[in-house]
């Protein structure tokens, strides 16, 4: 979920910078930045919290089976768009980027460097539209490959897309307990509806 804020008259009303994001209240945690607009984004419900386990889960796996060289992670990594700053729900990365980053003290990430992102929509949030439509619009610009929409409600489903001359193209949209099945960025399969329980613990 997340909605529009302001850190008070200390910060003036916006339009608002990565820096300002960085100078703001624990450095910005919880919030992402949008055209200048602090972008709240407020504590998720459990199926959420689990629903992105399960996605975390799932990757960390079919990336082991893979032998793929990626960090899978979520949620406080920020990456920087040309609309401000992102943090995924849940994320696969070459992991090269993150070490290069680690050895240079970076504070964010090229997105360029992301293999697939995977938002978990929290419906009638005021961050729905974002996830649906705004991100989508986003990260097709910066060339991340692969996009999967969550839904947990009113039955879980994930809407896998893939990036083609620039613009997201639907891959399959699956629900319940209908598998997915993907080759990239590694094989990756899954039923929406497992993923409750994939995420019930998150052990990786």
Do not use: C, Q
């Amino acid at each position: 979920m997340s909605a529009a804020h302001d850190f008070g008259p200390s910060f003036g009303i916006g339009p608002y910078t990565s820096e300002d994001l960085r100078n703001s209240p624990e450095e910005g945690k919880g919030f992402e930045l949008w055209n200048g607009w602090l972008i709240e984004k407020m504590s998720p419900s459990l199926r959420h919290n689990r629903m992105g386990r399960g996605l975390r889960h799932l990757f960390i796996e079919a990336a082991r089976r893979a032998n793929a060289d990626v960090l899978v992670d979520g949620g406080e990594y920020e990456f920087k768009l040309p609309s401000g700053i992102r943090k995924p729900d849940v994320f696969i990365l070459e992991a090269k980027a993150e070490e290069t980053g680690f050895a240079e003290d970076e504070i964010f990430i090229d997105p360029s460097d992301l293999l697939l992102v995977a938002e978990v929509v929290s419906p009638r949030s005021g961050s729905e539209a974002h996830d649906r439509k705004i991100k989508r619009d986003e990260y097709a610009m910066v060339g991340i490959p692969h996009y999967w929409i969550v839904d947990f409600r009113p039955v879980p489903r994930i809407h896998a897309l893939d990036l083609e001359r620039g613009r997201y193209v639907t891959n399959s949209v699956v629900t319940a307990d209908e598998v997915l099945v993907v080759e990239r960025p590694f094989e990756i399969s899954v039923a929406p509806s497992a993923l409750y329980e994939l995420g019930r613990r998150d052990f990786a």
